[in-house]
Structure formats: C-alpha cells, structure tokens
C-alpha cells in the first residue's frame, strides 16, 4: 500500500540550465549549473551529469567554489539558506540559514569566513548587497545571522555585481557604485540618461572587474563597452568604449590573466577583445542563440556561455566549441503541445524557432532537434516569423504531420503542412510530402487514424474555415522512382460552422469532428454523417474518446467550463459536471482519463473513467499556475500500486507543463531518489575505480563476505546473480574512454563470477571423507618428508617435549591443514 502523503507533484527535468552563471571546477574537469531546485555537476569532457546536488527546498539562484577549498561548492536559495558541498561524491556539508530570500552569492579569496549575497529586505524592487559571516561549528545546520551592508539600491541581477581584490563594483540603471574594502567608501559614477543624437542608451546591462589593474568593464544598452579607470578619484576618472555589439550587451568577463575581455548578445557571436583594444579582436559566431552569460574556468584553458535556448557551450582558449550542455529548449510559447513519440519515448514539443525537440525523459537531456521548417531564424522583433504550430505521430511512429504558419496580416495567411517518413536507414524524419494551403484559414486540429488493424494511413485536419479533411497515402509512383505521397480524399463540413477538434475512436472505425458547439459523429469507411451531438454548453475546447471497456463513450470539455460524456451506443448524453477543463489527456493504456482544471487558487487535477463520474482520484493545487499541456507516458517497467487511488500511475506516468514551462510530474519517490542517477552510486569505497565494473564487484564481494560468514557447515557459498543489477545497463552506456582498460577489468570480473573451491576452509571438509584413498607413494613421500623437516628443527635446546613422535591421527590433520589455502588472508 501506497500512503496518501507519499503521493507528491516533483520537478521531473527541464529546469533552466542558464538562469545563472555556470561554475568550473579548478581543474576545469566539471562544470556546475543551477537547475531547478539542484544543482549539476557536468564532465566538461564526457557532458555527462556526473551529480545532482539536491536539498534546496526552492529555486538555486546562485553557486560559487569555495575560495579555501577548491573541491568545496557553495549554493544559495530563495529558501534563504546557503549550503556548502563536497561536489566530488554529491555530499552536503553544511547549511547555514539567513532567514531571507537569497538572489545571489558571491565569494572573495580574502574574506575567509564571509559570502556575499543579494537580499531584498524593505521593498520588493530594492535589493542589497550584504556580507554575511558563516559560523564556524561542527553541526551540520547553523544559523548565519551576522548580515552587515556593503551596498544599497543594487541590481538582482548578479551580473550586475563585480568583486575585485580591494573592491566592489555594481551598476544600476545609469549608476556605477565603486565600495573600497580598506576605505569603507562608496564612490558613484553617473551617464547620462537621456538619449543621445543616435538615439542609444546608456543603460548598464552588466559589470566586470580586471583581476590584475584596476580597470571596470561594463557593459550597456546600447551595445558598447565602457572601461573605467582611475574611479579612486572621483573627478579623474576616465573611461575609454569599444564597439562593435548592434544590441544590448549581456554579459562580460575577463580571462584569468586579464589579457582579454568576453562579451555576448543577441548577434548569438562571443567576442574576445584581446588587450581591450578595438581593433585586436576575435570572434566565434553562430552559437546558436542570445548569450546570456560567460564563464571563465579558473585554470584559464576553458570559457563557456549559456544561451537564451538553455545550453551551454564549453569553448577552448582558442575559441574553438569542445562541448554542448543541451537543457529543454524553453521556446516562447508551445503551440504544438506534449506528444510522445512511439519509437524513442521521448518528449516532443517546440524547441528552438522552427525545430521539434526530442526530449529524454528518463536521462533529462536533449536527444535531437528537427528542423521543420528548413529555412534561417533572423533575430529581430520587428519581423513575424513562420511559426510551427500543430504536429502529430502516426502508425506508431512512421509518420509525422507538421503545420506551419506566417500571417502578417489578417487577409495574408501563409499556410503549409509537411509530412515526414521515418527512414530506417538514416533513423530519422524525412520529408515526403509538403502541401501548400492545405486550409483556407488556420488548422485547428489534426490527428492520425492509430487503430491496428488500419490499411491505409489516414490523416484528419480541421480548420477555422469549416472543413476538415481527410487525407491518405497514395501510389506517387512515376517511371523513374516508385514512391508514395499524401492526397485528399473527403472535405466535410456541417453548417459552415467552424471545425475546432477532431479525434479517431480507438478501432477508428468513428472520427469525431466538433463544430463549435456540436459535436459530429463520421463513418471512417464511407465518411457519411452518423449522429450529431449539441449540448449548447459553449464551443467545445477538448474532444477525447474513451478506450477499452469505455470506448463506447465520448468525452467533451466546453469553453463555458462544463465536461461532457455521450453514450454512443444509446446517442445519448450519460452525464456531465461543471468543471473548468484546461488539459483533459486519455492514458493510452488503461481506461483512465486526467483532466486538470483551473480556479481561482491554482490548478486541480481528476483522474476519473468515463462510464461514471466519480473520480478515481482528486489532487487540489497541484500548480499555482495555469497548466496548459500535459501527456501520459507509457512505463516499461509497469508499477504495483495496491491503492485503489494510486493505480492510474500503474501502466502510466502523467506529465504537465505550467505557463512558465516548468515540466512536472507525480511520483511517490522522493526527488532524490527520481532525479539522482545511477553513476552517483559509483562512489569510492575502497581503492577500486569507480566504475559500473567496481559497482558490480562491489556489490560481489560484499555480499560474499557476508554469506560466508552466516554459511553454516557443509554448505557451499554461492556468488549472487548478476541479471536485474541496474550497474549492468549503466555499463552498457558508459563511454569507453571513461572506464580503464579492459585488460585490467576483464580478469577481475571473470574471477569475481567464478566459484574458487580451494577457498573451503578445513572445517567445511566433511571429517567423513577417507584418506585412506591417497595413493601410497604420496603417503610415504609426505611421511618422510615430513619427519625430515622435524629432524631439521630439532634443537637441544629447546628440551625434549618438542621432538616426541607424532601419531598417525596428528599427522593426518597436520596434512589437511598444509592443503587448505589461506591467501585470502593477505586481501584483509
């Protein structure tokens, strides 16, 4: 049984990787990123997520090495406390708690026992910047109260802060405020507010400190660079600009020894100004995205920026891209919803502009992007751009259906729908057939006939202009080629009224199309009208049949908040219930159907089968925010819940996505147990390498020792099953460079399989067995070898109780001990 409280909405992936500043490690082996809740230790080389640091209870908003120890990482928390970590086994150290939110941290190499962090205290648009000093004690959680203020009015944003050796610079709007730590002063630098005969801005966009010169960088509005100098004094200070950015410029850092300054914008270019000069600089373009920060490793061999597009991109000294961190694509809005593609079991939803991203769930990465639309994404606000705005999977993956749309105006649509074959050979999506105004006015809906037993594969698209179509794949075979491609076969409409949705029944025998308020009943093998249902409840925004023993049902979700189900069979409305419905998803497994609605207070979800209108399970507030998409995905291990009220999550697992494309989930595992993955388990017990061959050793040799010590006499130790160890499918994905050669593991794991009978002690040896059967030669050679090394050890010495003859039964157990093995004593 499955307890109620257990049952928990947890963030299952896609949280921003580029809400803050990534982190290398020392030795530029490791990069670490906020994610969410957590925090995420990449391998720079593999971009594999080595660690999940989980124990915030609220979005990680910053992450900075501990100055004194670099193997240390310290992260900060909207839930007001700092922890400190052992980033290389993914163990907490300590918690300090501040009491308030925490929007960003900082450390200095000469302030041992004090961070600095962001806090808004008074007002929600003021924030300070105030040094906090960590207790030293040996509890794990400690109460870090000591706050005292270096600067006030300062912005949120922690790019806009910068540490130096003896100062600290911060911009805001058009002020730049210099704190000296020897002073205890503040000077203040202003620009000019209003626009200037190029109609720039002046405003501060971002800071950087040289680690060498007193010299501030910032950065501005209007795409320029500022460097200041001599700001000790407040009437000599100067400030010489470099350009070369068209907009806004989002961030800056200088290398390690100071010789060049990083900036990045909108152009997706980072630009390396060597020697802070104009006319000396470099530049490695088409990043792909907005860069919205840059990264300096401390060794200095490795850069990185993270992207509008949430990734990051690990970049050599030489400007050269050596490894792409890919989070979930966070697009404007996702017009195209959740689907699951059924060959991959991936997520697929609008990725970058003009792309459907593949999303692993189980791995939380990014698996591939498809370019749907084929054509080069310009980056200006002014141009409307072709928008993908409906997809669909078909024949269990074979086909997919794309729609997209540019409208500039409202007489100018643009309209095109393409459909793409899954190649075998090259194991992906390739265009088959690209119609040109399929609709003479937007696509509403569009679905694929996915019954098994279907011979021709069959598309439904319904539009505003009060059709929908029928679409099928046909012979386009012609004397140079044999192919095929998609045509139309029926146009229905009913009373001119608009198409809004469109579904097959599960035997897609039926096709349910809704006219605004009614809903149509069609034949799919003569397209004739069957039967018509009209509630006059308001347009209907979702239509779903039911599946299996419910198939017999049609279910409808009204814009005027009222849930319809209609009985096929009887034509006849079986029960409705006023209920607000944003999302209603059928689990394609079982009978169930999960429809989230939105009050006033958040977002609930039911959970209910249509042959009767109590829910199966009801979850209150399972979102603040409006949920606008969700989607069952299928499990390849099904669960066991017992509980009446938990077995929906048995066959299938419900995934929502809120309005600020956050990715969200129910499980009854914690989040440590659902996000950790299995390498972090590889940790070093012993001096073995860590690796999914230790783990499966480890495992072994742990258990044989215990067996062998509980094995009672006459009992043989048996080595553990290795099938169903989840190390063993690790295994099979870990890159090879990552593990150690082959020649070294091979032996160790074989013998570690193999059962050695030398190891039997001289008591498992049953006292039964006859020794009498040896040989006699072998008899009278150990006898007399035997007698001559007591000879050899005699001694006058040491008295006469020491050479006295042994009998036969003594020489006996004497020869059982010379042939028992005892090397296993040189392992402990």
Known sequence: MVDEESLRVVRCGGSELNFRRAVFSADSKYIFCVSGDFVKVYSTATEECVHILHGHRNLVTGIQLNPNNHLQLYSCSFDGTIKLWDYTDGILIKTFTVGCKLHGLFTVSRSEDSVFVIINKEKPDIFQLVSVKLPKSSSQEIEAKELSIVLDYVNQSPKCIAFANEYVAAVRDFYLSVYFFKKKTTSRFTLSSSRNKK???NNFTCVACHPKEDCIASGHMDGK????????????YTYTCLHWHHDMVMDLAFSVTGTSLLSGGRESVLVEWRDSTEKNKEFLPRLGATIEHISVSPAGDLFCTSHSDNKIIVIHRNLEASAVIQGLVKDRSIFTGLMIDPRTKALVLNGKPGHLQFYSLQSDKQLYNLDIIQQEYINDYGLIQIELTKAAFGCFGNWLATVEQRQEKETELELQMKLWLFSKKTQGFILNTKINMPHEDHITALCFCNAEKSEQPTLVTASKDGHFKVWILTDDSDIYKKAVGWTCDFVGSYHKYQATNCCFSEDGSLLAVSFEEIVTIWDSETWELRCTFCQRAGKIRHLCFGRLTCSKYLLGATENGILCCWN???CALEWSAKLNVRVMEPDPNSENIAAVS??????????FKPSEPRPLYIQKNISREEVQWGVFVPRDVPESFTSEAYQWLNRSQFYFLTKSQSLLTFSTKSPEEKLTPTSKQLLAEESLPTTPFYFILGKHRQQQDEKSNETSENELVQLPLTENIPAINELLHTPAHVLPPASFLCSMFVNSLLLS???????????????????????SDEENDFSEKIQDTNDPDLGEDIIHQLSKAEEKELRKFRKVDYSWIAAL
């Open 568 to 570: 096929l069979l009887s």
């Open 598 to 607: 939105q009050s006033s207070v958040g977002s609930d979800l039911f959970i």
């Open 225 to 236: 660079i500022r460097l200041w100098r001599n700001f000790n004094d407040d009437k000599k």
């Open 199 to 201: 109609h720039s801005k």
């Open 757 to 779: 009978i030398e190891t039997k002690s001289a008591e498992e040896i049953p006292e039964d067995i006859d020794m009498e059967e040896e040989k006699e030669s072998d008899d």
